[in-house]
């Protein structure tokens, strides 16, 4: 069964610094995408980036970075220079051929000033 | 602004009631998506609906239906309401069905069940 884990249900960093936020996957589909979406207090969500399991190189999207280590089947989102406004909830999500997204938990982050 | 518009944004019902959250997808996306937020089940895929037809299925209970229409927009219908019914309900589009097509997610409609 496909499945997205976070495990870090909270993060702190400070403003103007970079932060990791994990995701680990399993499927054993051989074609998959892998999402992140920003989910802010007002409730929308927000696409980010998205990784394919072909894709050779890292995707980024301005401050944001996909780490893709396919081996590991992980999918850390990095993002540089975090402002206030990235303080979010933040969920890593798996889509299957059909392009039904699978979601992880989530994990709120705050930035602190 | 994703372009996806969901109506209402808010709905207060009481239990054993029958609601309808109404979608507008993306212009020129074909496949819509609708999902289920609740605290405790976290976001979960409900149903999907690729020109019309309905194309994968998930953890959608039978007291819940939806159905996409020719012009494109979706509707999900829940009826026998409970109080565990109660989350946000997203409707996402994309351009199609595939895995490498990102959602676009509307703002949602809130339902609560009292």
């Known amino acids: 069964a496909q499945k997205i884990t976070q495990t870090q249900p909270g993060m702190f960093v400070q403003e103007k610094e970079a932060v990791t936020l994990d995701c680990t996957y399993d499927?054993?589909?051989?074609?998959?995408?892998l999402f992140w979406y920003k989910q802010p207090s007002s409730g929308e969500m927000i696409f980010l980036i998205y990784q394919g399991s072909y894709d050779q190189q890292n995707a980024t999207e301005g401050r944001y970075s996909l780490n893709f280590q396919k081996a590991r089947k992980s999918a850390n989102l990095v993002i540089s220079a975090s402002q206030l406004g990235d303080s979010a909830m933040y969920f890593c999500?798996?889509?299957?051929?059909?392009?039904?997204?699978?979601f992880g938990q989530g994990t709120t982050l705050q930035v602190k000033p | 602004d994703s372009g996806v518009t969901q109506t209402p944004k808010h709905l207060i019902t009481a239990t054993g009631q029958r609601v309808t959250l109404r979608c507008s997808p993306r212009s020129g996306d074909l496949s819509v998506y609708w999902y289920q937020q609740s605290l405790d089940q976290g976001l979960q895929f409900l149903i999907q609906?690729?020109?019309?037809?309905?194309?994968a299925k998930g953890n959608i209970l039978e007291r819940f239906s939806a159905q996409q229409f020719p012009d494109l927009h979706s509707e999900l219908n829940l009826s026998s309401l409970e109080l565990g019914d109660s989350a946000l309900y997203f409707c996402?589009?994309?351009?199609?069905?595939?895995?490498?097509?990102?959602?676009?997610f509307g703002p949602g409609t809130r339902l609560t069940v009292t």
């Open positions: 609906y690729y020109n019309g037809e309905e194309r």
């Open positions: 999500a798996m889509t299957t051929e059909t392009g039904k997204l699978i």
């Open positions: 499927t054993s589909d051989p074609s998959y995408g």
């Open positions: 996402a589009s994309s351009a199609s069905g595939g895995l490498s097509y990102e959602q676009y």
